[in-house]
């Protein structure tokens, strides 16, 4: 029985470290690239769980044609029910479903990204924060008011894309969570050593100088977002198929905005793996406080989840006081194809002084070789 | 006689121009969205219902007790986060970061303070209106005489400081360019002082009206902050009039619109009030980034340049 439990904890802590890793790596992209601070991170991640939450039900009801005189909303559970009958035997719908609903998302969180960075993309630091963070305040009325959507501030069923795995379920789905977010780390891996990534950094260090030299700011800025907000919208869809619900309010700005950027300051900005250790540091301590939380809950007259938001947000301040720069500071980029011993070799011939961030750059394994 | 939507829209407005002033003050001297500052007028808004429900005094009481209180937690902000920050070379997104966590972390305190309140006074707490202990002259209720009254002499002294006395003119000065201003021995940090007071004074002012004409509630910050931030940037971030302006004209057109949209698409409309200011920020910001301010030097430019050029000619 404990076993059992410790088992689930473990799985918890892992999708949830698998789903917040999707959101920052994107946040680390954005912000600690490109320098835009996506401050409605969130309105993504609502976004991928909207696009779940509403037509997953109603496209596989139509599929099996189950019920269809009833509303979809209002008997949701019935539905839903019925539907995960048929998927308990049929992978391969469950399968078609789930990457239909992905691609779905990620082009209709592209639209979004697009249409919630318009106003502001040409506008740099406050404004830009101003308008993200009321475009997501935005993002999440909608939700919770248009009851078609996702049930309003109730929540709506989602079928279980994944029945057919049986008892091998929950680790199954953990798998492709992994593969999921495996493949968004190493697309944004690739793509922060291309030279995309030198162009983005100039925008994000000097703007105009990017625009003397013939780039287009603004267009980078809004291609970043674009993507950024597709990519995010991932994690939301594998967070409604993991619960097998999507609820309009628990996409907050405190769980989706806040504690992402909390997590990839801790870990280090401009670097994945800044973002990924930041992350698993986060996780783990708040999954322990949710474990320990009931322990002190019979001894204070309040809920123990503001204490914990105080918490997290004088850990947040001290960070940023003592250590701005993160765990993992970031690295110059690498340019393929170069060998660096060489040009270091050269520059030493010619007598210029090499910075000290380059020298950095080699591991011990490679000074031990060249001795 | 006097329609109760006018009413609404002027108690609502009243406050979001309180609000925007500082929030436009504190841009302009410190370069910093003022994320923190919708919590004051939380704090404010408890004040009130601490005084109504819990000690049983008149609400009025509650207003210089929240203006104290929101300028005492400011300075704390300043002192203690702003001014540390800026001394080890944080830049303004930084700032930004440490303003909102310190939102969680206020916002998280009054929540705590709600759930005591409930569950130790046994006294509900969330989501309360106070409007029967307000006082009423003739049809107007007290929450709107007072308000306009206080806006007026708030709007009329900040205007004389800033033209007539030493301070304001320093203060100014900082707006135009802060190291030449220190050079010429303006204590510049003095001056983000005093704005950083006069914001959170003015944010826990606009707090303790709420409640006595709204709905009230430890979310009524987040409501009130889409309006504040949209009545700042529509009046420029640059200047205190346009945040005045701005303030009117956003939160007027916020309630009324809302209302017309209620009477034409019925109830629902209603719950997506926020979309209004919303909207109108976007389209300044696309069409218009500086705002009401930069429109109305534009017209100045295209019909009172010319005299003036003249007069320079014939001079």
Redesign the interface.
């Known amino acids: 029985m404990m076993n059992e439990f410790i088992i689930q904890w473990v799985i918890d802590l892992i999708m949830f470290f698998l789903l917040y890793l999707i959101v920052t790596m994107n946040l680390n992209f954005m912000y600690g690239y490109t320098g835009i601070p996506h401050f409605g991170i969130s309105l993504s991640v609502a976004g991928g769980g909207y696009v779940v939450g509403a037509l997953t039900g109603r496209i596989l009801r139509w599929w099996y044609n189950v019920y269809p005189e009833l509303d979809f909303m209002y008997e949701n559970a019935k539905i839903t029910d019925q539907i995960n009958l048929y998927l308990a035997h049929d992978p391969v719908t469950g399968i078609g479903i789930f990457l239909f609903i992905i691609v779905l998302s990620l082009a209709l969180n592209a639209c979004l990204g697009y249409i919630v960075s318009r106003p502001a993309i040409r506008l740099t630091g406050s404004y830009l924060i101003i308008v993200f963070i009321g475009m997501a305040e935005a993002v999440r009325v909608i939700g919770m008011n248009y009851y078609p959507l996702v049930g309003g501030t109730f929540w709506v069923h989602v079928p279980d894309a994944f029945a057919w795995m049986g008892s091998f379920r929950r680790e199954g789905y953990l798998l492709i969570a992994g593969l999921f977010t495996l493949f968004v780390f190493l697309l944004l891996q690739s793509l922060s050593t291309s030279p995309l990534a030198r162009v983005v950094r100039a925008v994000r260090e000097n703007a105009v100088s990017a625009e003397c030299v013939g780039k287009d700011v603004v267009g980078i800025r809004t291609k970043i977002v674009v993507l950024c907000s597709a990519l995010t919208s991932i994690s939301g869809v594998l967070y409604g198929f993991y619960i097998h619900a999507v609820l309009s309010t628990s996409y907050t700005r405190a769980t989706w905005t806040f504690y992402p950027w909390l997590m990839f300051m801790v870990g280090g900005i401009g670097n994945n793996m800044g973002a990924t250790v930041g992350t698993f540091i986060f996780i783990t301590l708040r999954r322990l406080i949710i474990f320990y939380k009931h322990s002190i809950e019979a001894y204070v007259p309040f809920q123990v989840q503001w204490l914990e938001q105080i918490m997290i947000g004088i850990m947040l301040l001290l960070i940023i006081i003592f250590r701005p720069q993160g765990l993992i500071p970031e690295k110059p980029t690498k340019m393929r194809g170069v060998n660096y011993e060489q040009v270091e070799d050269e520059m030493r011939e010619k007598g210029i002084k090499i910075p000290k961030q380059v020298m950095q750059k080699k591991t011990i394994i490679q000074r031990l070789l060249r001795k | 006689m006097f329609p109760p939507l006018i009413k609404d829209a002027l108690v609502y407005a009243n406050c979001v121009t309180m609000m925007s002033i500082g929030f436009t003050l504190v841009?302009m001297i410190s370069?910093?969205?003022n994320?923190a500052q919708s919590t004051f007028a939380v704090l404010g808004v408890y004040c009130t219902f601490t005084m109504v429900r819990i000690l049983e005094l008149n609400p009025y009481i509650a207003m210089p007790l929240g203006f104290l209180l929101g300028a005492f937690l400011a300075l704390v902000v300043y002192l203690g986060?702003i001014n540390?920050?800026t001394k080890?070379g944080?830049g303004?997104?930084?700032l930004?970061?440490?303003l909102?966590?310190?939102q969680?972390?206020f916002?998280?305190?009054v929540?705590?303070y709600a759930?005591?309140v409930r569950?130790?006074l046994n006294i509900y707490s969330r989501g309360f209106m106070l409007r029967v202990n307000d006082f009423r002259v003739g049809e107007f209720p007290g929450v709107l005489l007072v308000s306009t009254v206080l806006i007026v002499i708030i709007i009329v002294s900040l205007h004389l400081v800033l033209t007539r006395t030493q301070f304001g003119i320093a203060m100014r000065a900082t707006v135009e360019n802060a190291p030449l201003a220190a050079v010429l021995g303006i204590n510049v940090k003095r001056i983000s002082i005093v704005s950083w007071v006069i914001t959170g004074g003015l944010a826990g002012l606009a707090g303790t009206f709420l409640p006595l004409w709204f709905s009230s509630g430890p979310a009524s910050g987040?409501t009130l902050s889409?309006s504040v931030?949209?009545a700042s940037?529509v009046g420029g971030?640059t200047s205190i009039y346009g945040a005045i302006i701005g303030g009117y004209v956003i939160s007027l057109l916020e309630v009324w619109g809302s209302y017309l949209l209620m009477k034409q698409l019925g109830l629902?409309a209603g719950?997506?009030r926020?979309?209004i200011p919303?909207t109108l920020?976007?389209?300044i910001?696309?069409y218009e980034?500086g705002g009401i301010v930069s429109i109305i030097e534009k017209i100045q430019e295209r019909y009172l340049r010319p005299k003036k050029v003249r007069r320079r000619e014939s001079s």
Do not use: E
Request: charged share 5%; glycine share 4%.
């Open positions: 841009y370069r910093v969205p994320f986060v540390t920050l080890y944080a303004p997104i930084l930004t970061i440490s909102l966590a310190l969680q972390i916002l998280a305190g929540q705590i759930d005591y569950n130790v987040g889409t931030f949209a940037v971030l629902w719950a997506y926020m979309l919303l920020m976007s389209l910001l696309m980034p």
